[in-house]
């Protein structure tokens, strides 16, 4: 299933922030539009799943954009301003990204407007949430390459060379993942399945270079599972 889309920024390094962070996502058609009138008229004319719609623009503001939006349009707001959240959300936007937003904030925001589209079933809607300093933080399923464990804590490494620290103990964590995504490799390392590359019965290697150790008391459960 291929999701059409439309980014409308006067920034064509915003444009090229949304497009790469759509093809890491994968199934998205998008098209991208650093004129603002050009953009609405493609919206009106292809009514597209989702646009992506910056606030502060030249002679149209993406708060006058958005009120012009086909029924069928959901929209997310991507912009350095902060002022015009109330605004945005009065006009229904699924979600208000901030610049310079991370790649999994994105995968959260689209993960929403699917969710608004009724397509509900898919990987970026599923994620765990951890405690990280004060905070909760939600984190995508699909983000997660492998976690692991420390004294009293666990890292969990994303996409995006990101790295989440929650206090928390593997088993726990493990606990919340469902199985048919994730193995235990080692007594210290959970690992993303789709993530893998390659593995034997003393490592796994997984698709960003990375390698991890496979335990002796796990080598035989990493083989069944995953030939």
């Known amino acids: 299933m291929t999701i059409r889309c ?20 994968g199934g998205i058609e998008l098209s991208t539009f650093s004129d ?11 009514k597209p799943a989702i646009a992506f719609l910056d606030i502060e623009m030249e002679n149209i503001t993406g708060l006058d954009i958005a009120s012009q939006l086909p029924e069928e349009t959901c929209f997310i707001f991507t912009t350095a301003y902060l002022n015009y959240a109330m605004e945005g959300f009065e006009l229904d936007a699924v979600d208000y990204l901030h610049k310079p937003f991370a790649f999994s904030r994105f995968k959260t925001a689209f993960a929403r407007a699917m969710r608004r589209l009724g397509i509900e079933d898919t990987e970026d809607s599923r994620s765990i949430l951890v405690k990280h300093e004060y905070n909760n933080v939600s984190i ?7 976690i692991e464990a420390m004294e009293g804590y666990v890292k969990i490494y994303r996409e995006g060379d990101e790295c989440t620290i929650s206090r928390v103990i593997l088993k726990n964590i493990g606990s919340q993942l469902p199985e048919k995504d994730f193995i235990r490799i080692h007594r210290s390392f959970i ?12 490592e796994v290697n997984l698709k960003n270079g990375m390698k ?3 335990g002796r008391q796990y080598s035989a459960d990493v083989m069944a599972l995953l030939s």
């Open 6 to 25: 439309v980014a409308i920024d006067d920034e064509p390094l915003a444009l090229d922030v949304i497009d790469k962070f759509c093809q890491r996502i």
């Open 36 to 46: 603002p009138v050009q953009g609405l008229e493609m919206i009106r004319r292809e």
């Open 191 to 202: 690992v993303g399945r789709s993530k893998i590359k390659s593995f034997n019965k003393r």
């Open 140 to 146: 995508p399923l699909s983000d997660i390459l492998y």
């Open 212 to 214: 991890l150790p496979v």
